[in-house]
């Protein structure tokens, strides 16, 4: 849970993201980068964008208006959720939740949340390059499973009630 984070870890993210920030066009490399290691990593979430299971992701999907403007508004998420960490946590948790919920509408999977967060690291380590260190993923993928174990709760309880 996102409450259970420590101070140098998330310290350490939101170093990292305010790096990334300073790059030209942060929101839409970083959010192309994810989207491309995530379509990679789960062909099949590609129709939950509106994209054939096949479609190539690094022409048909990068020309697609609304893939990139979807690909910044996730980075913009992820912006804003690493902005409440800490002095809004109660509320960050509250709204991860929500979002979970949605996504569960939209077809997103439980499993592609682990996926979705080598995704997020592979971006954040190509934009920050050889500064981006063993230490530096540790804290990342410790604040990725944290909002992610939030978001994903939902469809965990829905799980359970399915199968019950």
């Given at each position: ?9 998330v310290s350490?993210?939101?170093d990292n993201?305010e790096?990334?920030?300073r790059?030209?066009?942060y929101e ?10 995530l379509f ?30 979807h ?11 690493l ?15 929500d979002?979970g ?19 997020l ?40 009630k399915?199968?019950?």
């Amino acid at each position: 849970m996102v409450a259970d984070m420590s101070y140098t870890t998330v310290s350490s993210v939101i170093d990292n993201w305010e790096e990334i920030r300073r790059l030209p066009d942060y929101e839409q490399k970083t959010g192309v980068l994810l989207f491309q290691k995530l379509f990679e990593l789960e062909p099949d979430a590609k129709v939950i964008f509106g994209f054939q299971k096949d479609a190539d992701v690094n022409t048909e999907l990068t020309k697609s208006a609304r893939f990139i403007k979807h690909a910044k508004y996730f980075i913009q998420m992820i912006d804003k959720a690493l902005g409440m960490l800490g002095p809004d946590i109660e509320l960050l948790t509250e709204i991860l939740m929500d979002l979970g919920k949605k996504h569960m509408g939209y077809g997103v999977k439980p499993e592609y949340y682990p996926s979705m967060g080598r995704a997020l690291i592979f971006s954040v380590k190509e934009c920050l390059g050889d500064n981006f260190t063993d230490d530096m993923k540790d804290a990342w993928l410790e604040v990725f499973s944290a909002l992610s174990y939030d978001m994903a709760f939902v469809s965990r309880q829905a799980q359970k009630k399915g199968g019950s």
